[in-house]
């Protein structure tokens, strides 16, 4: 089996999901930021290679396109790659100029990489400086909600993730799950019982949407 680099283990772990996001203070196209600035909204802090290549320019072209149905659910974007500042606000300028569309989220500009690394966004058998395509959502207490990996040659599907940070929200405001391919309006799940006679209630109840005692769907709200 091939060993780790060094460097590889000297990485520190990324941010699981429950735990707190890792603090940081960055330079970016909108000045500086704290993670601290975002403190009360929802925030998906997304990595990308490299400014200037077409894949990443085809995500940000998505990201923009979807920019207010996030503000829509509360939610922020914030970008970061290790380029520098000056790269993220002429890449910015030429996307504009070519494809007719405004970023307006910031793009932190990680040189050191200190913050990719922090968060796990660098994965040495990929490239020693550039970040793959990570993915935090964050929510308004600044705990990590979910985690998305992409290696550097697939676009990630932008729309999965607002549908990701809905369902969040969802389950957060009603304490229920979503089953799978969930959209807005479509029925939850909720919580299976606990004991025995929990579940035999259920099931004697005849709700046609409880297709077993374990299985109970309902609309949201």
């Known amino acids: ?118 968060y796990g966004m660098l994965m040495p058998r990929e490239s020693a400086t550039e970040a793959v395509r990570a993915v935090f959502v964050i929510d308004d207490r600044q705990v990590v909600r979910a985690v998305l990996y992409y290696p550097m040659t ?7 993730i607002l549908r990701l940070v809905r369902a969040l929200r969802t389950t957060d405001r009603h304490g229920v799950a979503t089953p799978a391919g969930w959209l807005p309006g479509d029925k939850v799940i909720v919580s299976p019982p606990r004991t025995v006679e929990m579940a035999e209630e259920r099931v004697k109840a005849g709700d046609p949407d409880c297709r077993d005692w374990y299985f109970h769907l309902k609309s949201p709200g």
């Open 1 to 118: 089996m091939d060993q780790p680099t060094v460097a590889a283990a000297f990485l520190p772990s990324p941010p699981r999901i429950g735990e707190p996001a890792p603090a940081f203070e960055v330079e970016t196209t909108q000045g500086t930021l704290r993670l601290d600035d975002y403190a009360g909204s929802w925030l998906v802090f997304f990595s990308h290679p490299a400014d200037f290549t077409p894949v990443c320019t085809t995500e940000f072209l998505a990201f923009a396109n979807l920019s207010p149905a996030f503000k829509e659910n509360g939610c922020e974007l914030l970008a970061l790659s290790t380029d520098s500042v000056y790269a993220h606000i002429a890449w910015v300028r030429a996307i504009e100029a070519t494809f007719g569309a405004r970023i307006t989220f910031p793009i932190v500009a990680d040189a050191s990489g200190e913050v990719a690394r922090a």
């Open 154 to 160: 697939t676009g990630r599907s932008v729309e999965e």
